[in-house]
């Protein structure tokens, strides 16, 4: 069995800063992408950061410049830090990974997983 379990939203005041995290757990062989996408209430679920596993990284063009993605492979760890936090950055933020693992019958699979969500509230 595979998780992803998040931390770091809240609430935050316009121009603060906020670091997401997001650990991978379970019969995993391999993280290759990783990322966040976000959802606003009434929105659909938007890219917000993605990184390779080689480090290679993107962005939506609303929040190039104040978001930073990061990961750490030995504890299958992306972060997302959040800075200059905009009201529009409001939403609930999940963390995605696409996966090797190895199954209850020990097959190796490949798989999308996502996070519970962690709410992000940027206000006044």
């Known amino acids: 069995q595979v998780q992803l379990v998040e931390s770091g939203g809240g609430l935050v005041q316009p121009g603060g800063s906020l670091r997401l995290s997001c650990t991978a757990s379970?019969?995993?062989?391999?993280?290759?992408?990783m990322g966040w996408y976000r959802q606003a209430p009434g929105k659909e679920r938007e890219l917000a950061a993605t990184i390779t596993s080689g480090g290679i990284t993107n962005y939506a063009d609303s929040v190039k410049g104040r978001f930073t993605i990061f990961r750490d492979n030995a504890k299958n760890t992306v972060h997302l830090q959040m800075n200059s936090l905009k009201p529009g950055d409001t939403a609930v933020y999940y963390c995605?990974?696409?996966?090797?693992?190895?199954?209850?019958?020990?097959?190796?699979?490949?798989?999308?997983?996502w996070g519970q969500g962690t709410q992000v509230t940027v206000s006044s």
């Open positions: 995605n990974a696409h996966l090797t693992y190895v199954s209850g019958g020990g097959v190796r699979r490949d798989a999308d997983y």
């Open positions: 379970g019969s995993i062989i391999s993280l290759d992408h």
